[in-house]
């Protein structure tokens, strides 16, 4: 007599989800855009190099202004300008927003994660970063990766092969350039979005810059946006 069918093996067998992919699209310009219609924004920017009581060189606000700030001390020796060489960097916009629900993380930043409350929404629907200068300077970002999830499982992703890089060190005042890479998702109810990747400023000049000479940021848009 034939015993029952035995259940077929999965021994050895790998399964996995195929992720939906988000889009993206790079676009440059000679001026500096006012940004508008996001929900929340991550800076990194000159600064004041990292000098006690002056501008902050980290910034994570609402729509309307709200902020907290850190600092970073790009560069210890300014003799030969400034450099702050490539900082590994990740700004997370958890599902909600609401408490501590996005943080902003930057390599030797004060304080690291960076943490902001004073927004809450609903499903992520892009994601604009952007670098930028004002003088002849650098400002770049390479390695992004943006990463979209719901419910705390990652839906879709994005590693794009150019990433925001402006170089205007070359170039004679007035200056203003910046490059804007917007990533879609493919899904419309992502809740949450993790960016990461590496910056860097750079600007040649033997005194300090200004602190908005160059800069690199991140701006989340989000359905049912509302900043506290």
Partial sequence: MRGAPREPS?????????LAMATSSLNSSSSISDITG????AEAWAGSNGQSG?????IVE???GTSVNGSRVWDTDLSNGLDSAWV????????????????WSVAQGTPSPLVFSKVTYGSIQQVRIRAAVQAPAKAMWQ?????????????????????PQVDTTLVSPPIAAEQILTVTPSNNDNDSVTIAGQVRLVNLATTPPNSDDMFCDVFVDAANCAAG
Avoid: M, W
Avoid at 38 to 41: E, K, L
């Fill in 88 to 103: 590994g960097v990740i700004f997370s916009a958890a599902a909600g927003g609401g408490d501590s629900a996005d943080q």
């Fill in 38 to 41: 996001y929900c929340v924004c």
């Fill in 143 to 163: 390695f992004i990766t943006v990463a979209f999830y719901k419910g705390g499982v990652q839906t879709e992703s994005l590693t794009p092969r150019r990433c």
């Fill in 54 to 58: 002056d501008t902050p060189e980290l």
């Fill in 10 to 18: 999965v021994v050895g067998v790998h399964i996995s989800l195929d």
């Fill in 62 to 64: 609402n729509s309307i």
